[in-house]
């Protein structure tokens, strides 16, 4: 009997897609094959080609202009298509994979609006076909054995939760170099990153959100804040210009190292995305400054905060249960979440450090040990490939697998929150997508 291949085709040739692309031609090649690869950018297209070829040592694949998609899936006949384009396009190609006879997998966010979300629960009961929405941080050992504790009744049963999520001067402040600056592109912040913080909440918790109230604004990014703290704004981008001084400053042209100059600089002249946008400066949409309130339909509440320009990048969160409390606390480095090796924040002379607290009631609070693991986002994507892309994957027990249902869930509260900050009023969930149900458990979802 022949050896089952499945063949993936992918759409979106920024720096995410290697997520996917490697552990297809390199770990799981052997039931894997990469057919083609598709973006609006040939430049970054030849980019990915030739690590394919030259670091990977796989071989070239056919590659397809944003306009030939549907040819390269006649042509190149996949069986999955992993779409990692710009947020506000993900509906499209999941949708069009669909209608042509393909299942889908999406990097997060699912979509950015309520009626792209509403059309993709269209797509899947016309066609039939299968959607993966890869949530990466449910695989983190942290996270992971938060769910544990909470699965085991450690702090009995769960009232409300409080999550502060601080994004600092690196990481945060790049979101506002890039396309993620403008809200009709990447939903702004609360949908595109704070997708993840949800996610994991509504996965910790097991629960489906019902209401979300919140306010947000853009309060220290953007050429006007800039001005009002006595900040010249000299140039639009940084490349090119003179940046001493100037600790925002971000040089795609090959001076500061790493890849940019090759798959971002050189391949502007393809399509003029500019990649090292001054964060002070104009065309910025999306807030940097959000609080919202979630209600569960199990009557949990959620308290989340997330401030996108600190001195100090993590997150907290304390869950308050009727046997005690949980309180876990994650210490990120400037970028990506760290695996084994110990990070702190530039700068920072504190020795913050991620660590899992129970507080029992009346009873002596104790730290329990975070399992430590190799791999990006802190060991959680070697988890995530290994379910995607093994014939034989190891079986889940902790529902860390996730489908249009349960990403639907976790945007929804991002983008009821953005319509929130518009009206000033709570925005119910079920009237933004009715194709989710009724149910209360997340795990009721697919």
């Known amino acids: 009997m022949s050896k089952k291949i499945t063949r993936y085709a992918v759409v979106g040739a920024g720096g995410r897609v290697v997520n996917f692309i490697d552990p297809i031609v390199s770990r799981f090649s052997a039931n894997n094959e990469l057919v083609g690869m598709c973006d609006t950018n040939q430049g970054r297209l030849d980019w990915h080609n030739k690590r394919l070829v030259n670091e990977l040592k796989y071989h070239a694949v056919p590659t397809y202009l944003a306009g030939d998609f549907d040819r390269m899936i006649k042509e190149t006949k996949p069986d999955v298509v992993i779409v990692t384009t710009v947020d506000a396009y993900h509906h499209e190609y999941i949708i069009r994979a669909m209608k042509l006879g393909c299942d889908a997998i999406t990097e997060k966010p699912m979509t950015i609006d309520d009626k792209k979300c509403r059309a993709i629960f269209d797509a899947i009961k016309a ?7 890869t949530f990466n941080y449910r695989w983190a050992p942290g996270t992971t054995l938060v769910k544990q504790l909470l699965v085991k009744g450690t702090i009995g049963e769960i009232v409300s939760a409080d999550m502060e999520y601080m994004l600092n001067t690196s990481h945060g402040a790049d979101y506002f170099r890039r396309w993620h600056r403008e809200k009709e592109k990447s939903g702004g912040l609360m949908v595109h990153k704070s997708t993840h913080h949800f996610d994991l909440v509504n996965w910790w918790l097991d629960a489906v959100p019902q209401q979300v109230f919140g306010y947000g604004k853009l309060a220290f990014y953007g050429r006007e804040n800039a001005r009002k703290r006595g900040v010249k704004v000299k140039y639009d981008r940084y490349t090119g210009h003179d940046t001493k001084g100037d600790p925002f400053a971000l040089k795609i042209d090959g001076s500061q190292g ?21 964060v002070f400066g104009d065309n910025i949409t999306a807030e940097d400054t959000m609080s919202v309130l979630v209600k569960y339909r199990t ?4 308290t989340y905060s997330l401030n996108a320009f600190l001195p100090r990048e993590g997150f907290h969160i304390a869950f308050n249960g009727t046997k005690g409390r949980l309180e876990y606390n994650e210490e990120h480095g400037s970028h990506v979440v760290e695996g084994k090796k110990a990070s702190s924040p530039e700068g920072h002379e504190l020795n913050w450090k991620s660590r899992c607290v129970v507080h029992p009631m009346f009873g002596k609070a104790y730290e329990v040990e975070i399992p430590k693991a190799e791999g990006g986002h802190g060991g959680s994507d070697p988890l995530l490939a290994e379910q995607i892309f093994s014939p034989r994957p190891p079986k889940e027990k902790w529902g860390r697998n ?8 976790s945007i929804l509260i991002g983008i009821a929150a953005n319509k929130s900050f518009v009206t000033n009023k709570p925005v119910d969930i079920a009237k933004l997508c009715p194709q989710l149900g009724k149910a209360k458990k997340l795990s009721d979802l697919v």
Do not use: C, S, W
């Open 127 to 133: 066609t039939g076909r299968r959607l993966r929405v």
């Open 258 to 278: 790493g890849y940019m100059l090759d798959l971002y600089h050189k391949t502007e002249k393809y399509d003029g995305y500019i990649r090292d946008r001054n």
């Open 299 to 302: 009557g949990v509440a959620l």
């Open 402 to 409: 996730a489908g249009q249902g349960q990403g639907a869930a």
